[in-house]
């Protein structure tokens, strides 16, 4: 079993459609959850991070960790057509980071 | 207010020659990670090192690749004798010194090295 577990995808979305992004983790030590972005043959970006369970909002991105069921997820409001990318979740403890294959997303006009 | 800086960006090598990678942390930044992807695959872990220290190298096979960060220059990512399926992108990461439960890392453009 993989310590980050993510569905590849491709999730194909219309523009303004509501995104949602999940991840699984099975290390009940892990104390940090991130998200990347990464745009095809770039590196990856960091998105949002987050230490605790609940949500956390920036802009149009919401992340959201349950420790209890160690289940991340991201969520994409009014997508737009340049939020195409690859989104990498991570998690880990320490100096100790563990990151899943990434889902690609695809927003139409 | 540079960030990670890598180069070359693409990297064109025989099988058996040495392909070096370099990394420049961002400004204050500490601690060096490289990680390799292929196509369709997330990222890989090679090795974390400190300066002038390698931390975990866990991720590194343990012939033909090394790793170093000085005291004075880039981090250097070292494959020997390279063969096709070194073929893929390595990235470089960098992280600000330990603050309790963070290791925010940020990562570089990428070196793609290819091996005809």
């Known amino acids: 079993q993989k310590e980050v577990e993510q569905d590849p995808g491709p999730l194909s979305v219309p523009e303004g459609a509501i995104v949602s992004l999940n991840c699984t983790y099975s290390?009940?030590?892990?104390?940090?959850f991130m998200w990347y972005r990464q745009y095809s043959r770039k590196g990856p970006e960091l998105l949002m991070y987050?230490?605790?369970?609940g949500n956390k909002e920036d802009g149009r991105f919401t992340a959201q960790v349950d420790k209890s069921s160690k289940y991340i997820s991201l969520f994409i409001r009014d997508s737009q057509p340049s939020d195409s990318a690859t989104y990498l979740c991570?998690?880990?403890?320490?100096?100790?980071?563990?990151f899943g294959a990434g889902t690609r997303l695809f927003v139409k006009a | 207010n540079a960030g990670v800086m890598q180069n070359p960006r693409h990297l064109v090598r025989r099988r058996g020659q040495e392909a070096r990678l370099r990394c420049s942390p961002v400004?204050?930044?500490?601690?060096v990670y490289w990680y390799r992807q292929l196509p369709e695959e997330g990222l890989k872990f090679m090795v974390y090192?400190?300066?002038?220290?390698?931390?975990?190298e866990s991720g590194m096979p343990k012939e033909r690749f090394s790793a170093e960060f000085p005291k004075e220059g880039p981090s250097i990512l070292r494959i020997q004798q390279v063969v096709r399926g070194d073929s893929a992108a390595y990235f470089c990461?960098?992280?600000?010194?330990?603050?309790?439960?963070?290791?925010?890392?940020?990562f570089g453009p990428g070196t793609r090295l290819t091996v005809l």
């Open positions: 090192l400190q300066k002038e220290n390698i931390i975990d």
């Open positions: 987050t230490y605790s369970s």
């Open positions: 991570a998690s880990g403890g320490g100096f100790k980071t563990i």
């Open positions: 990461a960098s992280s600000p010194p330990e603050r309790q439960g963070a290791n925010t890392q940020y």
């Open positions: 400004k204050g930044h500490s601690h």
């Open positions: 290390n009940s030590a892990f104390q940090y």
